[in-house]
């Protein structure tokens, strides 16, 4: 006769806790203590436990997923390649195994995925959604909020709607940037801002450019990136042509100031000696250039954390009203400014 699959039962007693402990713990309730999740997955390990998605769905009428949506990223090539999609990702993934939920990854770069992801979430086979838009007036935080689905944005929408958001203070970012450059004496300070279109690329841009005022510097020579390392290096060729005696530059993100620090090194120029780079968001190419690159924080992964929060929050309690949770900026100081 063949053994017979290991219950919550099982479960609880080689966990030490209640039948109800185990319980939530698989149901994904969120205020179960870290520590006694963590003992309940390894019992469920030891014992081989598999839960019954099926019936734990018709009791909680929810699916144990949720969609991680990124709308307008213009495919899965600049997804998979862009440090802070992936950062994204991981902070949620991280947060959600906690909590035993799983994220579905969804792109949406036309009209046509952005109907398919509302329909999808529509149809309950998903919870709720985590979005990831690149352009202010995305029409999906919109279609999702039609369609009654749950969703949480990462940043601000372009326009107001009542729709839980994380972001962070990106004004105050660029103004640290600002700060330390003059601070150290730069007087031919220009930047490369991120796409203008982006709200983000905006305040970055704005709170750089108010902050060098506040120092007596009326004019920035600016050239327009796009957030890639191509945009940033033809940003920098742009600046050295328009101000050959520029001697410090704030790039809009670190694939930029990468690439800035590439084409002095190509001009004969030193980084910082002649000129000094700021960056932003502290992602893998600020620790990869060299040399490393000072930037402004982005707590990425914190923030996709927070958003999965909020997400797993009104799932357990529907109808709050929306939140939105803004994240202060730091300045990393390296050898690059």
Request: glycine share 8%.
């Amino acid at each position: 006769m063949s053994k017979s699959a290991p219950t919550l039962e099982d479960v609880a007693r080689v966990a030490g806790v209640s039948r109800a402990t185990v319980s939530r713990v698989v149901n994904g309730t969120r205020n179960v203590d870290p520590q006694l999740q963590e003992t309940v997955r390894n019992a469920i390990e030891q014992t081989g436990y598999t839960p019954n998605r099926v019936a734990r769905s018709l009791v909680t009428r929810r699916t144990g997923t949720v969609a991680l949506v990124i709308s307008g990223a213009g495919g899965g090539s600049d997804v998979f390649t862009d440090p802070f999609f992936g950062r994204v990702t991981a902070g949620v993934v991280d947060f959600l195994r906690l909590h035993g939920v799983h994220p579905v990854l969804m792109l949406a770069d036309s009209g046509h995925s952005r109907t398919e992801v509302v329909e999808f979430l529509r149809q309950g086979s998903a919870d709720g959604a985590l979005l990831v838009s690149t352009h202010p007036f995305d029409p999906l935080p919109a279609q999702l909020l039609a369609a009654e689905v749950p969703a949480v944005l990462y940043a601000r929408p372009g326009r107001p709607m009542p729709v839980s958001y994380v972001d962070m203070d990106h004004r105050a970012g660029g103004t640290l940037a600002a700060d330390h450059l003059v601070a150290a004496g730069r007087y031919n300070i220009a930047t490369i801002s991120g796409p203008l279109d982006v709200l983000a690329s905006q305040d970055r841009h704005a709170g750089f450019r108010d902050a060098m005022a506040r120092h007596g510097f009326p004019y920035v020579p600016t050239a327009e990136g796009g957030f890639t390392a191509e945009s940033g290096a033809e940003a920098m060729r742009r600046l050295l042509t328009e101000t050959p005696d520029l001697d410090a530059v704030f790039a809009a993100n670190d694939l930029m100031a990468q690439a800035a620090v590439d084409v002095l090194h190509e001009h004969g120029l030193r980084v910082p000696d002649d000129v000094a780079v700021v960056g932003f968001d502290d992602s893998a190419p600020a620790r990869a250039c060299r040399p490393q690159l000072t930037t402004v924080r982005q707590p990425v992964e914190r923030m996709a954390a927070q958003m999965a929060d909020l997400l797993l929050a009104d799932l357990e309690k529907p109808g709050q009203r929306p939140r939105s949770v803004i994240f202060e900026p730091e300045l990393v100081v390296r050898a690059s400014a």
